[in-house]
């Protein structure tokens, strides 16, 4: 089973990192996301109630990363990928996370993970 829901873009202010100055102001995270999730079921009944509701789930991930404030995106993108498994039901996901205002000099710097299995 390939099919998946995707999330791309997602843009949240968190107070995140790992410098005293960066406790003490918010700074923006990109948040993309690929989830595992049989479309069969939705797709048959055209009921959301069938889907991953990317909506419900971009509300989770936006408040998630604000109350959490990590320090590292290690610890924000493990945090994301095990609240997507233990309460969406979600087996496998692809998860990248962004912070462009880290380093001047790149566009964005982040991490990637990949959690489950299909
Ligand atoms: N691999 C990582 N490296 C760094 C992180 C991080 O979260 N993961 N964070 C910082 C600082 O918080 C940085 O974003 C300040 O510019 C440095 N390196």
New binding site residues.
Partial sequence: MTDSVLIEGLAVEAI????DW?REVS?RLLVDLEMAWDNRAPAASDDVGDALNYALVSERVSGYLVEAR???????AEGIAGLLQSEFNVRWVKLTLR?P???PAAVA???KIERGSR
Avoid: N
């Avoid at 990590?70 to 924000?76: D, G, R, V, Y």
């Fill in positions: 995140i990192g790992v410098y960066e700074q990590p320090q590292l995106l290690e610890t924000a912070k205002g880290a380093v710097v982040g991490v």
